[in-house]
């Protein structure tokens, strides 16, 4: 069993919780630091709940430089796994300079104090906007990195530039994961996608719209050149996001140096469209759902899935929940962009 110490920043989050939970049931001794701009401390009994363990939390804003430094003099972590940012594509569209400042001002700090407390292990949260709009699909970790449709998603690829120098002087090893969609809730639902205020994401708009927490919502676009009409996505249940996260965390601890930076694709390898999403939430949950169809989204790609090969290969992780499966048996007529 793992005693190894982990900071996980952003952790009391949708992913960080499920990950925090994750880390703990293998051993690692988890303390989350979240500044609780977009979850709560309740989700901190939860995770004491459902593995028996109460992780260390600290509410903190990691843009500040002397809490950040403070926070690791405390804890002395031998791991980060750095889910803290901003995520939603259409809030950064309309904040941009927010987007930047919180997204890179906290990644900085983080690193300074990382490389400060010999802290070597460094897992980070990324994101499949890095490819924008990829000209193939499926997308793998060698495609080309594409203009930003986002400032979201520029934050991202910034990040992993940042990352990859520091990497090379070095001071830190480093697995960057870039999450496709991340959906779904784990099997207790003490824990789930519960963000503050309006959600930005279609899954919590969608199921907050169907216990009727809001009104209706809309399917930002129709008239996109995929079978029917709207975005494809490859939606990755966040247990098995999660579950990768360790396997990440588990290579970094077994590679004495990893000769530089790391990526990989965590998503399912199908993509699913907005409707087919929706009337396979429809179809599950026997209801019909209050929504219509808005013109197109600004920073939104049109279709994105991924190649998940070289994370089944080298990190040894697989998606295991796979919405497809279940479209192909339950869903209306659906059309599968099965890749493989
Ligand atoms: C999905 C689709 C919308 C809301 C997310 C995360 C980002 C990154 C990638 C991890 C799009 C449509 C949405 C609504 C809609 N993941 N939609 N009506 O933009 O793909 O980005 O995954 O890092 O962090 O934000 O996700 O859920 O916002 O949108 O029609 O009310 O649903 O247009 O096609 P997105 P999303």
Known sequence: MNSKKVLVTGGSGFIGSHTAVELINKGYEVIIADDLSNSRQEVIEAIYKITGVRPAFE??????REKTKALFKKYNPESVIHFAAKKMVGESVENPLDYYRTNLVSLMNVIDFAIEKDCKNFVFSSSCTVYGQPDVLPVSE???????????GNTKKISEDILSDVVKTGALKVIS??????????????????????????MPILTQSAIGKRGAFYVFGNDYNTPDGSCIRDYIHVVDVAVAHVAALDRLFQKEQIASMEFFNLGTGVGVSVLEMIHCFEKVNKLKLNYSVAPRRPGDVEKVWADTSFANRVLGWKAEKILSKWLQVHGPGSKIWQVK
Do not use: M, Q, T, W
């Open 59 to 64: 509410h903190i804003d990691l843009c500040d």
């Open 142 to 152: 060698n495609s080309p990195r594409k203009e930003a449709e986002s400032p979201y």
């Open 177 to 202: 994961l870039r999450y496709f969609n991340p959906v779904g809730a784990h099997d207790s639902a003490l824990i789930g996608e519960y963000p503050l205020g309006v959600p930005g994401n279609l």
